[in-house]
């Protein structure tokens, strides 16, 4: 190969590079300065009432913090609270049906194994301005805005 060619094209990456690492310096962070294993005070977490769904079928967001809350193969801290055994003690909303079925359609008599990873889908609620510009508009149908 062309050792010029080779030579302009690390001269090239170089200049880039630069370029680039200048750039991510100046860039403004969207979770505020501080690195990112330092805590960030830009979202406050807090219970409050649920916000409102705006399609159907969309899992419903978690009102209140979930920090600490441990979700693993062995513990799922959120059905101590909405499990159907524990809910109307808790004062908490019960899980829905849909959550003790298989791909199938099957009923189980537990939560299925693609529903108990409730993070996946809810997410908890911030009081925390929008990170991008978005117009989107509810379904009118189930609006009541």
Not at 59 to 85: D, F, Q, R
């Amino acid at each position: 190969m062309n050792k010029s060619l080779v030579l302009g094209g690390v001269l090239l990456l170089g200049l880039l590079g630069g370029t680039l690492v200048r750039a991510a310096d100046s860039a403004e962070k969207l979770r505020g300065d501080g690195d990112i294993w330092t805590s960030s005070d830009v979202v406050q977490w807090q219970d409050r009432d649920p916000i409102p769904r705006d399609y159907v079928q969309q899992p419903p967001m978690v009102p209140h913090t979930i920090e600490g809350y441990t979700v693993n193969i062995k513990v799922n801290k959120c059905l101590t609270c909405h499990s159907w055994a524990n809910y109307k003690e808790k004062n908490a909303t019960k899980i829905s049906q849909t959550h003790f079925s298989d791909r199938e359609g099957n009923a189980l008599a537990n939560v299925s194994a693609r529903r108990y990873w409730c993070t996946q889908c809810h997410a908890p609620q911030a009081n925390a301005a929008p990170l991008v510009e978005n117009q989107f508009q509810p379904l009118p149908a189930i609006s009541n805005r």
